[in-house]
């Protein structure tokens, strides 16, 4: 009973040493695929992107093959991204992710308060750096669902060291063959971080939505995806590129749903049958100079590497490159597709199944009634059918022809 009072006593002082703010943990929102970079990082709708676990983890609920994946970007003033993960499969419909990254910067020169400038390059440096571990599990449920739940630690190496954490928890759903519905609440667990100075910082759970669909298109030899996520449906972010602090943008969706909208991200895809994909997409509705764009190639089975392009209003355009490996491909041949139950594969928007008319097979044509008597034939001492008035003479297709 007295450690329960002790803790019942402090749970207002802990609340009230906390700090809530917006964007604490960014960095694990940061685009790390240069697939879905390119679709303008509507990540949560993009399918078979290994790097994109943190904001996709029912995705591995398809995971067949153990894939290796690694991404790097290079941004403005030599800071860059790294991210490296692994998908693997844990049986039919079910899957876990292992992610880590790295991003920040190295050799920033600094002096010390009071310390002589140095001549030349004879000056001191120092990194910083953000470092992320995430582990990330889905599994297929009911046939059309697929659960995605994902835990991300970050340790934040500046001026002063911090940890973060994240829980994520999403759910997808497969409509009709190639139509997906899918929502993520970001932060169901509060994203929360601690630093060495003993502040506490959190920030509120919020939900994003995303759906995709998919098109074959025979004549051209492939198939066209389309992918769309929307932004935060509860808080207010910022939206504006540009950096102005225009106080009227980044409302919720109940507030005003225009300009939610305008918050969203979509890409379009098309994937020819050899292996070559196309990309192109906006990371903002806001604006057009967040354009995006990029290409992937399927090298060989085991292998396949993806570009992306990103424009920005202000910043410089940002290259990102990423590359998939899988040791499973590389050695055996493809699996066979899993058989799975009707229900996992609906056509319909109810998810039944069409009923097809049931066929019986007959001997010849159904009889109908009023139809014409058929003549009698009797077969004459020659060999020749032939009836009181007419002769009949069978055709090799099974039809007959009438002769007076």
Same mark, same amino acid.
């Given at each position: 009973?007295?450690?329960?009072?002790?803790?019942?006593?402090?749970?207002?002082?802990?609340?009230?040493?906390?700090?809530?703010?917006?964007?604490?943990?960014?960095?694990?929102?940061?685009?790390?695929?240069?697939?879905?970079?390119?679709?303008?990082?509507?990540?949560?709708?993009?399918?078979?992107?290994?790097?994109?676990?943190?904001?996709?983890?029912?995705?591995?609920?398809?995971?067949?093959?153990?894939?290796?994946?690694?991404?790097?970007?290079?941004?403005?003033?030599?800071?860059?991204?790294?991210?490296? @993960?692994?998908?693997?499969?844990?049986?039919?419909?079910?899957?876990?992710?292992?992610?880590?990254?790295?991003?920040?910067?190295?050799?920033?020169?600094?002096?010390?308060?009071?310390?002589?400038?140095?001549?030349?390059?004879?000056? *001191?440096?120092?990194?910083?750096?953000?470092?992320?571990?995430?582990?990330?599990?889905?599994?297929? %449920?009911?046939?059309?669902?697929?659960?995605?739940?994902?835990?991300?630690?970050?340790?934040?190496?500046?001026?002063? @060291?911090?940890?973060?954490?994240?829980?994520?928890?999403?759910?997808?759903?497969?409509?009709?063959?190639?139509?997906?519905?899918?929502?993520?609440?970001?932060?169901?667990?509060?994203?929360? @971080?601690?630093?060495?100075?003993?502040?506490?910082?959190?920030?509120?759970?919020?939900?994003?939505?995303?759906?995709?669909?998919?098109?074959?298109?025979?004549?051209?030899?492939?198939?066209?995806?389309?992918?769309?996520?929307?932004?935060?449906?509860?808080?207010? *972010?910022?939206?504006?590129?540009?950096?102005?602090?225009?106080?009227?943008?980044?409302?919720?969706?109940?507030?005003?749903?225009?300009?939610?909208?305008?918050?969203?991200?979509?890409?379009?895809?098309?994937?020819?049958?050899?292996?070559?994909?196309?990309?192109?997409?906006?990371?903002?509705?806001?604006?057009?100079?967040?354009?995006?764009?990029?290409?992937?190639?399927?090298?060989?089975?085991? %292998?396949?590497?993806?570009?992306?392009?990103?424009?920005?209003?202000?910043?410089?355009?940002?290259?990102?490159?990423?590359?998939?490996?899988?040791?499973?491909?590389?050695?055996?041949?493809?699996?066979?597709?899993?058989?799975?139950?009707?229900?996992?594969?609906?056509?319909?928007?109810?998810?039944?199944?069409?009923?097809?008319?049931?066929?019986?097979?007959?001997?010849?044509?159904?009889?109908?009634?009023?139809?014409?008597?058929?003549?009698?034939?009797?077969?004459?001492?020659?060999?020749?059918?032939?009836?009181?008035?007419?002769? %009949?003479?069978?055709?090799?297709?099974?039809?007959?022809?009438?002769?007076?």
């Amino acid at each position: 009973m007295n450690v329960l009072k002790k803790i019942v006593l402090l749970l207002p002082c802990c609340s009230f040493a906390a700090t809530f703010v917006s964007g604490v943990n960014e960095t694990m929102n940061m685009e790390p695929g240069a697939r879905s970079a390119a679709l303008g990082s509507a990540t949560m709708a993009v399918d078979g992107d290994y790097l994109g676990l943190v904001s996709n983890p029912y995705q591995l609920a398809n995971v067949r093959y153990l894939w290796a994946n690694f991404s790097h970007t290079a941004y403005f003033e030599d800071t860059q991204y790294d991210y490296a @993960s692994v998908a693997i499969p844990l049986g039919l419909d079910q899957g876990l992710g292992i992610s880590f990254a790295r991003f920040g910067a190295d050799d920033i020169p600094y002096i010390r308060e009071g310390d002589p400038l140095p001549e030349g390059s004879d000056y *001191e440096t120092l990194s910083i750096a953000d470092w992320m571990l995430s582990a990330t599990w889905g599994k297929r %449920l009911f046939g059309r669902f697929e659960l995605g739940v994902g835990f991300h630690l970050l340790y934040r190496d500046m001026d002063q @060291s911090g940890f973060g954490f994240r829980g994520d928890a999403g759910l997808r759903y497969r409509i009709l063959d190639d139509l997906y519905v899918a929502g993520l609440l970001k932060g169901w667990t509060s994203s929360a @971080s601690v630093w060495g100075s003993g502040e506490f910082e959190y920030s509120a759970p919020d939900l994003y939505l995303a759906a995709s669909y998919g098109l074959d298109v025979r004549y051209l030899y492939g198939k066209f995806g389309f992918y769309w996520q929307s932004a935060g449906v509860f808080r207010h *972010e910022p939206r504006d590129l540009g950096f102005e602090t225009d106080e009227s943008r980044g409302k919720p969706l109940w507030k005003d749903p225009l300009d939610w909208l305008s918050g969203g991200h979509a890409g379009i895809e098309f994937n020819f049958d050899f292996g070559l994909s196309l990309r192109a997409g906006l990371s903002s509705f806001t604006t057009f100079e967040s354009f995006t764009a990029g290409a992937g190639l399927v090298i060989a089975k085991f %292998l396949r590497v993806d570009y992306a392009f990103e424009s920005h209003p202000v910043l410089s355009p940002v290259h990102r490159v990423s590359v998939s490996i899988s040791p499973y491909l590389f050695s055996h041949a493809p699996k066979p597709e899993p058989e799975r139950p009707a229900a996992a594969a609906p056509t319909s928007l109810l998810g039944a199944e069409p009923e097809e008319p049931e066929v019986q097979a007959v001997d010849g044509p159904a009889p109908q009634e009023n139809a014409p008597a058929v003549p009698v034939v009797e077969e004459n001492a020659s060999g020749a059918q032939e009836s009181s008035d007419e002769v %009949l003479e069978t055709r090799p297709s099974g039809g007959i022809q009438w002769e007076e």
